[in-house]
């Protein structure tokens, strides 16, 4: 039997464009041969849908989709995500389901049971668990095989969460007790580095167990933060890998499992070589799923312009790119130079928009209004007022030339608030908020070795980070070394340590409290930060949900 | 029997402080002969704690203060709300629980079997649902009452949501079936216009078929963008209210449940008197519980900002509240006076700081890179530009004299996007996000009705609102009529109908559509605004959740 992993790329919402993906895919696996055709989860909505699931109108359109996708299944199956309204009609609610579509219409349905409420997920906002497995017979030759299926996290049911609620039911054991050979997951599984080093053991313990086939779709894309890295799978019995599909690409994969061997491998990237391929598919898709043509990047002779910039010409082109260097009276000579550098290197657009005029009219207008004792000192306010500027610059050439304003904030930065809000932090997408500046440096290095050149230019990584807001400033002159900031960060952030743990594995007490006090006084910027790509276990935004009100130290 | 509903105020994670309030209230309750004690849900922590659950430290903490609380309860028992650990030592997930303290000691734990995840609602991401009921014996002189203990949602398990999960579990229901003959709830349940109205005949449906008495203690103060409006209840057993506590403050109301008769009973507020109270009360608390002493707000001369300022002096008082206008060349004369008007009226401080000159500088150093066919255009690039140098020098203000800005936008607005990103939405929180512009009218009135005199100035609410951005600009040559705009978005957004149900309804496609587009456009915008206070049943922010890059028209 011949089966085709459909792993597409659709936009949230975006019923009819998706459901045509779809019908597309199916009719070039029923030429392939195909008997069968497997679709991520929520394919025809497009995941994560959000509030979007509470408008009624657009779940109506949805189940059509679905209807009309059926009546042109014949003769292959395809099994398609998409959200189940209350089948008893009562409308208590919706489902995240897979439609088993065969002979024209909808056989089976299947409802997941497992819904994942914890980081990004929310889907006991949206959806109600699902009770009953759902199996469904393939006429292969003279035999048949029985494919139960499952959605996303359905699959994960074993995992541990540390402190939090685990699930208490095994939809696996359950398809294998009803009688499967064959495991489908549907899937919309976001991108983290590591993931995929989890998912396949994971998975193929799952199934080495019970001795059946798994059949893995997961949706390819950037939507929002989220960036799905697709790498959908076929694994035997065994747990071995028969068929891996491209990562961060959209693909169609057709493995015969009566005859594995011949199928496509593809070889997912390394962990610095995902997180670069993860960031270019989801700043291209952010770019294009809001409709935008080109970007527009403040380059500050820095690594992190740089690095975002080089990523920005990966994802769109260089033609598609303006570099801005904006110039004060605290910029060292280098700082343009090296921006001007970089935009060669990339063959981007370069203008120079000095700040000078109006960093004067600025401090003519407010400084009036200081206390007479505080208006020779230099202070964060007259940092800020700089930084702020060049927002008010970067968003006017948005704004006047329609281009999206791609922000360039690591994420070590935003950790601690070593950013200014309505400055650097303007823009409609981060692209780094979720890499820490360690991880910068290691991008920064890995665009130049793939490239064979200096393509990032070598001063602007070897230089001392500087937000040049002030005479002679260095990022060290507030922050501690970036090493020791991203280990605190981790342990803090990322893993939810407190401070006398992060202390007891040998960090310094008053660097680990200056740190956790910076993270906890900057909930309020990072409230009003763009989407940012996320490319961690724990990124700023959607998965960490900080009250900013709050005192806890 | 005596009662006391301690109705207080905590801070989010400020666990220490929390817990000595409530020993504070047991003090208070002991030496006034109550024999039982009732907090609000989560009282230890403050609600919502967000995603400080994860924080196995401030979990122990929690803990900690509730053994410590219990220990001083004696000869009085205390129900305190609490986040409860895994009681099997798994480390599985944590409860949203309540303590019962006798003897010095927990005496029994009550886990909420509903954990709402709609609205601003996420607790199957933080708690495991209870299973069981709790009931407790309390001697009252020779006879004895059988109480039953419930957490918030579930008291609210008989409502119905349109097209979303129900329950199918009765909390109330099961507590009688196990002998209760007073019923307890422990809330945390947020203020929306209209909810009291919802709540009593609610709360009496509940307890009237079972005939019992029900305590209901509900939190109050605000936390982020949540005002929790207090009016905690005692309803007689044929659902009749014999005790009802101040609405918008701290409270403590002690009642003999053998003679009700006597017990205080406080007035809810009407309609615009309890948004105006909630704003009052959730803008005093944001500000306290961040740090600051003083607030500053953008004095445009106009409704928003005006209504704004008075509720900002109702909540700090005036020597806490600086006015700033910022004249550009399309202000027009009056719009200064009536500033300066109002803050006389408020009697608060006052300064003009005049943007012509960066307004100039500004142009001076981007008009240069436009197209040169679009240079003399007119468009919103140079209407943003002015609202973004008021932002920067209103931040200025802010970032030099520690003040706390505030913005002044309004929900009609923001859901258009007819505002600016980093211009007018600059400040830490927006207090009329939620309030749609024509009940920034009606709360202008209630102001000035309760004053006796014009405090809010008469032109300013006479006259023809403006952004002031360009030459004769009036709100209406981009938007339709504000009773009609704000009808479209209540329909639109607050529920959720689709464009044809409204049309179906009698208002303008053409208009309809337009109105559609502009709130779908304008997510980006909304993902980067200020924590705004909610008063309504479907607020901008965390209670409503939509993506970005999507395409859904």
């Given at each position: 039997?011949?089966v085709?992993l459909?792993q597409?790329?659709?936009?949230?919402?975006?019923i009819?464009g998706?459901?045509?993906?779809?019908?597309?895919?199916?009719?070039?696996?029923?030429?392939?041969?195909?008997?069968?055709?497997?679709?991520?989860e929520l394919?025809v909505?497009?995941y994560?849908?959000?509030?979007?699931?509470?408008r009624?109108?657009?779940?109506?359109?949805?189940?059509?989709?679905?209807?009309?996708?059926?009546?042109k299944c014949?003769?292959?199956?395809?099994v398609?995500?998409?959200?189940q309204?209350?089948?008893?009609?009562e409308g208590?609610?919706?489902?995240?389901a897979a439609?088993v579509?065969a002979d024209?219409?909808i056989q089976a349905?299947y409802?997941?049971?497992l819904l994942?409420?914890y980081?990004?997920?929310?889907?006991?906002?949206y959806?109600?668990?699902?009770t009953?497995v759902?199996?469904?017979?393939?006429?292969?030759?003279?035999?048949?095989?029985?494919a139960?299926?499952?959605?996303?996290?359905?699959l994960w049911?074993?995992?541990?969460?540390?402190?939090?609620r685990?699930y208490?039911?095994?939809?696996v054991e359950?398809?294998?007790a009803?009688?499967?050979?064959?495991?489908?997951?549907?899937?919309?599984?976001?991108?983290?580095?590591g993931?995929?080093?989890e998912?396949?053991p994971?998975f193929?313990?799952q199934?080495r167990a019970?001795?059946?086939?798994l059949?893995?779709?997961?949706?390819?894309?950037?939507n929002?933060?989220?960036i799905?890295?697709?790498a959908?799978?076929?694994?035997?019995?065994k747990g071995?890998?028969?068929?891996r599909?491209?990562?961060?690409?959209?693909?169609?994969v057709?493995v015969?499992?009566?005859?594995?061997?011949?199928?496509?491998?593809?070889?997912?990237?390394?962990?610095?070589?995902s997180?670069?391929?993860?960031?270019?598919?989801?700043?291209r898709?952010?770019?294009?799923?809001c409709?935008?043509?080109?970007?527009?990047?403040?380059?500050?002779?820095?690594?992190?312009?740089?690095v975002?910039a080089?990523?920005?010409?990966e994802?769109?082109?260089p033609?598609r790119?303006?570099?801005?260097?904006?110039?004060?009276r605290?910029?060292?000579?280098?700082?343009?130079?090296?921006?001007?550098q970089?935009?060669?290197d990339?063959?981007?657009d370069?203008?120079?928009?000095?700040?000078?005029?109006v960093?004067?009219?600025?401090?003519?207008a407010?400084?009036?209004?200081?206390?007479v004792?505080?208006?020779?000192?230099f202070?964060t306010t007259?940092?800020?007022?700089?930084?702020?500027i060049?927002?008010?610059?970067?968003?006017?050439?948005?704004n006047?030339l329609?281009l999206?304003?791609?922000?360039?904030?690591?994420k070590?930065?935003?950790?601690v608030?070593?950013?200014?809000?309505?400055?650097?932090?303007c823009g409609?997408?981060?692209?780094?908020?979720?890499?820490?500046?360690?991880?910068?440096?290691?991008?920064?290095?890995h665009?130049?070795?793939?490239?064979?050149?200096?393509?990032?230019?070598?001063?602007?990584?070897?230089?001392?980070?500087?937000?040049?807001?002030?005479?002679?400033?260095t990022?060290?002159d507030?922050l501690?070394?970036?090493?020791i900031?991203?280990?605190?960060?981790?342990r803090?952030?990322?893993?939810?340590?407190a401070?006398?743990?992060?202390?007891?594995?040998?960090?310094?007490?008053k660097?680990?409290?200056?740190?956790?006090?910076m993270?906890?006084?900057s909930e309020?910027?990072r409230?009003?930060a763009?989407?940012?790509l996320?490319v961690t276990?724990?990124?700023?935004g959607t998965?960490?949900?900080m009250p900013?009100?709050?005192?806890?130290?």
């Amino acid at each position: 039997m011949k089966v085709a992993l459909a792993q597409v790329n659709p936009t949230v919402g975006e019923i009819e464009g998706n459901a045509a993906r779809v019908l597309d895919h199916i009719e070039q696996a029923r030429s392939a041969g195909a008997q069968l055709i497997v679709f991520p989860e929520l394919v025809v909505f497009g995941y994560p849908p959000k509030d979007l699931v509470l408008r009624k109108d657009l779940v109506r359109k949805n189940v059509a989709a679905v209807e009309r996708i059926a009546s042109k299944c014949t003769p292959i199956t395809a099994v398609v995500g998409y959200i189940q309204p209350d089948p008893s009609g009562e409308g208590k609610g919706n489902f995240n389901a897979a439609a088993v579509c065969a002979d024209g219409v909808i056989q089976a349905t299947y409802a997941k049971m497992l819904l994942p409420t914890y980081d990004v997920f929310d889907e006991t906002r949206y959806f109600n668990a699902g009770t009953e497995v759902q199996t469904f017979l393939l006429a292969t030759g003279k035999d048949q095989v029985c494919a139960g299926l499952t959605i996303c996290e359905d699959l994960w049911n074993d995992r541990q969460f540390e402190g939090r609620r685990v699930y208490g039911i095994d939809p696996v054991e359950r398809n294998v007790a009803a009688g499967a050979d064959l495991l489908i997951n549907l899937s919309a599984s976001p991108y983290r580095a590591g993931v995929q080093q989890e998912r396949e053991p994971l998975f193929a313990a799952q199934i080495r167990a019970r001795g059946v086939t798994l059949v893995y779709v997961n949706q390819v894309g950037g939507n929002d933060d989220l960036i799905f890295d697709g790498a959908s799978l076929v694994l035997g019995a065994k747990g071995e890998v028969l068929a891996r599909a491209k990562a961060f690409a959209e693909d169609l994969v057709i493995v015969d499992l009566a005859k594995p061997r011949g199928a496509r491998v593809e070889t997912y990237p390394d962990r610095v070589g995902s997180i670069r391929e993860a960031l270019v598919l989801g700043m291209r898709d952010y770019i294009r799923k809001c409709g935008f043509e080109k970007v527009v990047i403040g380059l500050s002779g820095g690594i992190d312009s740089a690095v975002t910039a080089a990523l920005a010409v990966e994802a769109v082109g260089p033609e598609r790119v303006q570099g801005v260097a904006m110039p004060s009276r605290f910029s060292s000579s280098h700082s343009v130079e090296d921006a001007r550098q970089l935009a060669e290197d990339l063959g981007i657009d370069f203008m120079i928009v000095p700040i000078e005029g109006v960093h004067r009219a600025m401090e003519e207008a407010v400084t009036p209004h200081f206390p007479v004792a505080t208006r020779d000192t230099f202070t964060t306010t007259e940092e800020n007022i700089q930084a702020r500027i060049r927002g008010n610059i970067l968003m006017a050439l948005s704004n006047k030339l329609g281009l999206l304003l791609v922000t360039t904030g690591n994420k070590s930065e935003l950790a601690v608030g070593y950013c200014t809000l309505y400055g650097d932090m303007c823009g409609g997408l981060a692209v780094l908020s979720d890499v820490p500046k360690t991880v910068v440096y290691e991008l920064a290095r890995h665009i130049n070795e793939s490239a064979g050149y200096p393509r990032i230019p070598q001063r602007t990584i070897a230089k001392v980070p500087s937000a040049e807001l002030r005479e002679n400033q260095t990022d060290q002159d507030t922050l501690p070394p970036y090493d020791i900031l991203d280990a605190i960060l981790e342990r803090y952030v990322e893993r939810e340590q407190a401070v006398d743990d992060i202390v007891g594995e040998g960090f310094d007490r008053k660097i680990v409290e200056q740190v956790a006090r910076m993270v906890d006084r900057s909930e309020y910027k990072r409230k009003q930060a763009p989407v940012g790509l996320k490319v961690t276990s724990r990124a700023f935004g959607t998965g960490r949900r900080m009250p900013i009100a709050a005192r806890h130290r």
